[in-house]
């Protein structure tokens, strides 16, 4: 089989030395494996900029969906009601989320090229003294909007509500100051920036919002409460742990700090996604959102004017070493393309050339 680096927003293509770290089957129930659970957690709290006193860490098992559904079905009890305010599907996945566990919750659905408005917000907790919970999601990958976490947190903090933060292909690309951002749970998982293989998601939570959420759990295997208590002790999950994933995401997260951690990641990433938006532009394939709005994570890109057939394209690029995305939206005909992951400026400029040998080939 032909290989090929991944534009997708996770799995993304990793370091050989991440990628290395699998070549061991590791046993569960020794100290040396409960340590390294441990130093994955202590390093990702730092990378929050967080105190292990006032926040904690929990790893689950499972892809990105599976930790948002644990935190929503184990955080929300039932006399609360939880605002979502969406503009992409994996916002509107959270209220699908709300559906199965019988949630109490009203959302706020935003156009998918536009960010929430902070007044809209306001207004609706204003006229919801009910509301408990707020959650959002910061990048949508959708689109690649990035949505102003901040803002939206400000008034949690001024309206007392809990804070649940969906950051799944933001985390480690771009920098989040948890408690800057009055942040309570916050959700991500091993294979977006933080540059690891799939197997489990992890839960950044503010100790004291997990510690009122017990007895909550509506379900057994995504119980927060429960994995963090056993979790916390000495490293050991509940159930079997993904062992192999565990043990390359703990070597992504000591490269992430190698290379100059968060911030070094932000402007390799920004500058290969700018770069590859002047690209695409010049061959007439524009992007979607607006510059102000978008993420340095993922771009969706309007079909240029003539000349482009998706599979056909897809396959073209693909034999040529890179794997696209398609577009998730229904009004409009888009495709994606991440930069996350180990892409660098020649990927971009390999891009480039392959969109225009192909255009041209249509022409
Ligand atoms: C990737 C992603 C998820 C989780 O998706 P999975 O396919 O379950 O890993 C959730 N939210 C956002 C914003 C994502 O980018």
């Known amino acids: 089989m032909k290989k090929y680096k991944l534009l997708t927003p996770g799995p993304l293509t990793t370091s050989d030395a991440v990628k290395a770290e699998m070549l061991f089957d590791h046993c569960t129930w020794d100290n040396e494996y409960k340590t390294i659970t441990q130093k994955i957690r202590a390093q990702l709290l730092k990378l929050a900029h967080v105190s ?50 019988r949630l109490n919750y009203l959302a706020y659905n935003e156009e998918y090229n536009i960010i929430p408005d902070a007044a809209k917000v306001r207004a609706i907790l204003t006229e919801n003294p009910d509301i408990t919970h707020v959650a959002m999601v910061h990048c949508e990958t959708t689109t690649g909007i990035l949505n102003d976490i901040h803002a939206i947190g400000e008034l949690c903090a001024e309206f007392g509500k809990t804070y ?22 916050m959700i991500s998982s091993a294979n977006k920036c933080i540059q690891g293989v799939p197997g489990f998601s992890f839960i950044l939570a503010r100790t004291a919002a997990l510690e009122a959420s017990k007895g909550n759990a509506r379900s057994l295997s995504l119980d927060i409460y429960d994995q963090w208590k056993t979790m916390n002790k000495d490293g050991k999950w509940r159930f079997t742990s993904p062992t192999h994933t565990v043990l390359a995401f703990s070597k992504a997260l000591d490269e992430l700090e190698e290379r100059g951690g968060v911030e070094a990641r932000y402007q390799r990433y920004a500058s290969n996604n700018k770069l590859l938006i002047e690209k695409m532009a010049v061959l007439g394939i524009n992007a979607y959102i607006d510059e102000a709005y978008r993420s340095p994570i993922i771009t969706t890109f309007l079909y240029p004017e003539q000349g482009f057939d998706f599979t056909d394209m897809y396959n073209f690029v693909k034999e040529r070493g890179y794997a696209i995305y398609p577009g998730k939206l229904t009004k409009v005909d888009t495709f994606r393309m991440g930069n996350i992951g180990e892409i660098y400026k020649e990927d971009v400029e390999n891009l480039y050339n392959i969109f225009y040998d192909y255009l041209k080939q249509n022409a």
């Open 52 to 101: 292990e006193d006032a926040y904690t860490a929990i790893l689950m098992q499972g892809s990105g969906t599976f930790g948002v559904e644990a935190v929503l079905s184990s955080v929300i009890g039932d006399k609360d009601k939880v605002l979502f305010i969406t503009n992409g599907a994996y916002g509107e996945r959270m209220l699908d989320i709300a559906d199965y566990h």
């Open 164 to 185: 649940i933060v969906d950051a799944m292909s933001s985390f480690g690309g771009i920098d989040i100051p948890l408690e800057d951002d009055h942040i309570d749970f």
